[in-house]
């Protein structure tokens, strides 16, 4: 439900651009997300048997050069008990799979999360009375289907096999014009303003001792 003005509507869509969307729409996602790392750990579920069609449109995964090395990941901080082959996660509509590089693990990655989304939502039907397009886009399965050493997701570049994690050039790029901006001119506008914020804070991620100095800022 939202409104516009003195005007209430409910909303039958979860359009981009609309408040509420991102939140109803995330429990939806999360749920996706569950049930696809339930069927991963699922011992009885055969993925060469039971898979969603569109997965055939999904690349072969993508390994980096032999001439690159991997490096030594640091010990963990705490010990883990359960170590699953495949993990899915993701925020919203973007959906990110991390697994082994086995052949058993990695044709079960491929496959979960097409069948969990094919699972939740509905089909489309022929006679749709209003447009919509099917819940599996190739376009968007080529992005973050298929499996690969190197990926960007939600702004940040994933190395693996360096186990790093840095933003694009093109994002430090902007978000370095846009703090530059901001320190040359002695105001700002409200929006500008929160928008910084939520990319440093965003950047806090890595650097969370940084979240520290954004108190000042919020004041």
């Known amino acids: 439900m939202g409104a516009i003005e003195d005007i209430i509507f409910i909303l039958t869509r979860l359009p981009f651009g609309s408040s509420p969307a991102p939140s109803e729409f995330w ?3 999360e749920s996706v997300f569950d049930l696809g790392n339930d069927i991963i750990s699922n011992k009885h579920w055969d993925s060469k048997v039971l898979f969603h069609e569109f997965e055939s449109t999904i690349p072969q995964i993508a390994h980096l050069s032999d001439d690159i090395p991997f490096d030594q990941a640091q010990p963990v901080d705490f010990p883990i008990p359960h170590q699953p082959l495949a993990k ?26 097409p069948l969990s989304i094919d699972c939740i939502f509905r089909n489309k039907a022929t006679n749709e009375p209003m447009a919509r397009e099917d819940i599996l886009q190739a376009v968007k399965m080529l992005g973050e289907g298929f499996l690969c050493e190197t990926k960007i997701f939600l702004d940040w570049l994933l190395l693996k096999r360096q186990f790093q994690i840095s933003l694009t050039k093109d994002k430090v790029n902007a978000w370095e014009k846009d703090i530059l901006s901001i320190i040359k001119h002695p105001f700002t506008s409200i929006n500008y303003l929160e928008s910084l914020i939520g990319k440093l804070n965003h950047a806090t991620f890595i650097i969370s001792k940084a979240r520290h100095f954004l108190n000042h800022l919020r004041k």
């Open 27 to 29: 429990v939806i996602s």
């Open 88 to 113: 899915i996660n993701g925020f919203i509509d973007d959906s990110l799979t991390i697994a082994l590089d086995a052949p058993d693990s990695f044709h079960r990655a491929k496959s979960a999360l």
